[in-house]
């Protein structure tokens, strides 16, 4: 969808990032993130589309949002998307409905009746939404220290795995999966056929992805008798496809590091030899799992981290003034403080709520 059909449409443009969070540097880029409306044909007919996030540097606006032309980071948001991740909580989604009055370059009265329903959307959500954020923070941190400490000398080959390129060739990636696959169907029948209570029938089926699970790593030595029992595998393949995950998953290390090694920002480069960690990514994490713990506790979510008081603090990470075992050690304890916070919040948000919402506000709207 162009830029200008989606500007027309706006209800909520916010500037979002470190500058709405209060601990931009110098070096901080101006991210946006905002909803529109979609025309009546994506709503009436076929067509569907999620969300516009490329294209504000070449395409042509209404003039109305010129912070937009030169931007290297925003993402506008479609309605329906929108809701669908306020429903589950996510960090980037819900903070957009809290920022400070400022941090808002366009509110519409559809925007701010969005903005009124906010704290209605928070559940417990957000005890697994911030600290999974967090999480994955945490190890692009550890991921970064150990290339930084030790870094891999050279490119993996079939060879240092026990393959070879003639008569014992590693599985490729299709083959893999195609296995994983056929073991995941195995095991869905399995649960399918089981008579837990509807609640644990419903966590291993749909709320867990255990595709993605076990296409993401290698299976554990301990478990490959149990699944050579599910599948009939013959002894062979099991220890083909052990050391075939093996050498496909130390490939995937050697590409992202030399990704890393090519892409990092020279300045980002420097402050990680000093401190010895990725320290953007490190006060990401505190923040996220501080903001959690918040909501579960207060039912506020505090975007601007100057008046949550930890400003100073998150900048000081920021900027590799923190030794690696401090702020290690105090994110350990906040992922400890986060699952154990006790929260009056509903357990979830109510889709027929949401439902009403994105008809009240399209209402609002119109599709003239």
């Given at each position: 969808?162009?830029?200008?059909?989606?500007?027309?449409?706006?209800?909520?443009?916010?500037?979002?990032?470190?500058?709405?969070?209060?601990?931009?540097?110098p070096q901080s880029d101006f991210d946006y993130k905002g909803v529109f409306i979609a025309p009546k044909e994506y709503y009436l007919g076929f067509k569907?589309?999620?969300?516009?996030?490329?294209?504000?540097?070449?395409?042509?606006?209404?003039?109305?949002?010129?912070?937009?032309?030169?931007?290297?980071?925003?993402?506008?948001?479609?309605?329906?998307?929108?809701?669908?991740?306020?429903?589950?909580?996510?960090?980037?989604?819900?903070?957009?409905?809290?920022?400070?009055?400022?941090?808002?370059?366009?509110?519409?009265?559809?925007?701010?009746?969005?903005?009124?329903?906010?704290?209605?959307?928070?559940?417990?959500?957000?005890?697994?939404?911030?600290?999974?954020?967090?999480?994955?923070?945490?190890?692009?941190?550890?991921?970064?220290?150990?290339?930084?400490?030790?870094?891999?000398?050279?490119?993996?080959?079939?060879?240092?795995?026990?393959?070879?390129?003639?008569?014992?060739?590693?599985?490729?990636?299709?083959?893999?999966?195609a296995f994983l696959e056929f073991l995941y169907m195995l095991v869905r029948d399995c649960i399918e056929f089981l008579e837990p209570s509807e609640e644990?029938?419903?966590?291993?089926?749909?709320?867990?992805?255990?595709?993605?699970?076990?296409?993401?790593?290698?299976?554990?030595?301990?478990?490959?008798?149990?699944?050579?029992?599910?599948?009939?595998?013959?002894?062979?393949?099991?220890?083909?496809?052990?050391?075939?995950?093996?050498?496909?998953?130390?490939?995937?290390?050697?590409?992202?590091?030399?990704?890393?090694?090519?892409?990092?920002?020279?300045?980002?480069?420097?402050?990680?030899?000093?401190?010895?960690?990725?320290?953007?990514?490190?006060?990401?994490?505190?923040?996220?799992?501080?903001?959690?713990?918040?909501?579960?506790?207060?039912?506020?979510?505090?975007?601007?981290?100057?008046?949550?008081?930890?400003?100073?603090?998150?900048?000081?990470?920021?900027?590799?003034?923190?030794?690696?075992?401090?702020?290690?050690?105090?994110?350990?304890?906040?992922?400890?403080?986060?699952?154990?916070?006790?929260?009056?919040?509903?357990?979830?948000?109510?889709?027929?709520?949401?439902?009403?919402?994105?008809?009240?506000?399209?209402?609002?709207?119109?599709?003239?």
């Amino acid at each position: 969808m162009d830029r200008i059909t989606i500007e027309s449409r706006l209800i909520l443009l916010a500037l979002a990032g470190s500058q709405a969070y209060k601990t931009a540097t110098p070096q901080s880029d101006f991210d946006y993130k905002g909803v529109f409306i979609a025309p009546k044909e994506y709503y009436l007919g076929f067509k569907t589309f999620e969300q516009k996030d490329t294209g504000w540097e070449t395409e042509t606006g209404t003039g109305l949002y010129p912070m937009l032309d030169a931007v290297k980071d925003c993402t506008i948001y479609e309605l329906r998307k929108f809701l669908s991740l306020v429903g589950n909580n996510n960090p980037n989604i819900l903070e957009t409905l809290w920022m400070d009055k400022e941090s808002y370059a366009y509110l519409s009265p559809a925007g701010e009746k969005l903005v009124s329903y906010r704290a209605n959307f928070l559940s417990q959500k957000v005890r697994s939404s911030f600290a999974g954020y967090a999480y994955a923070q945490i190890k692009r941190v550890e991921s970064h220290r150990k290339w930084l400490l030790n870094p891999p000398s050279k490119k993996p080959v079939p060879q240092d795995f026990g393959l070879n390129e003639d008569n014992y060739k590693p599985l490729n990636k299709a083959e893999i999966n195609a296995f994983l696959e056929f073991l995941y169907m195995l095991v869905r029948d399995c649960i399918e056929f089981l008579e837990p209570s509807e609640e644990l029938r419903v966590l291993l089926l749909e709320k867990i992805d255990y595709k993605a699970i076990l296409k993401q790593r290698q299976i554990p030595e301990e478990l490959l008798p149990k699944v050579q029992e599910y599948t009939r595998a013959t002894n062979d393949f099991i220890r083909l496809l052990h050391v075939s995950q093996a050498y496909r998953q130390a490939i995937g290390e050697w590409d992202a590091y030399s990704k890393w090694s090519l892409e990092r920002n020279l300045n980002r480069k420097a402050l990680e030899a000093k401190c010895g960690y990725d320290s953007k990514h490190m006060a990401h994490c505190i923040r996220l799992l501080r903001m959690g713990i918040e909501i579960l506790r207060d039912g506020v979510l505090k975007v601007d981290r100057q008046k949550a008081g930890d400003s100073n603090y998150l900048l000081s990470v920021r900027n590799g003034d923190v030794t690696y075992e401090e702020v290690k050690q105090l994110a350990d304890n906040l992922f400890e403080e986060i699952k154990s916070t006790k929260t009056s919040l509903p357990e979830s948000v109510d889709k027929e709520f949401l439902n009403q919402i994105c008809v009240e506000l399209v209402e609002i709207v119109g599709f003239n």
